[in-house]
């Protein structure tokens, strides 16, 4: 079982974390709203979790276009 934590934009897997029982408390899961953890947080059907993050690189496109936080996905 693993955590990984892709790109929501790029798709960009960031890292991962290989664990056997994961401690969703652990992730900081429960600071998240419910709206929040259903839009961040997939479970993937090997058991896997994915986490949405943004990478350095769109939040750096982002910053420089701040219209194209209207698009979800611009890169594809
Ligand atoms: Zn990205």
Do not use: W
Not at 58 to 66: A, G, M, V
């Amino acid at each position: 079982m693993a955590i990984l934590y892709k790109c929501r934009h790029c798709k960009q897997l960031l890292g991962t974390i290989n664990q056997d029982v994961i401690d969703a408390k652990l992730l900081g899961f429960q600071a998240l709203s419910s709206e929040d953890r259903k839009e961040m947080i997939q479970y993937v059907e090997n058991g896997d979790i994915e986490i949405k993050v943004i990478c350095e690189d769109c939040q750096d496109t982002l910053e420089h276009n701040p219209h194209y936080h209207a698009l979800d996905s611009f890169i594809q």
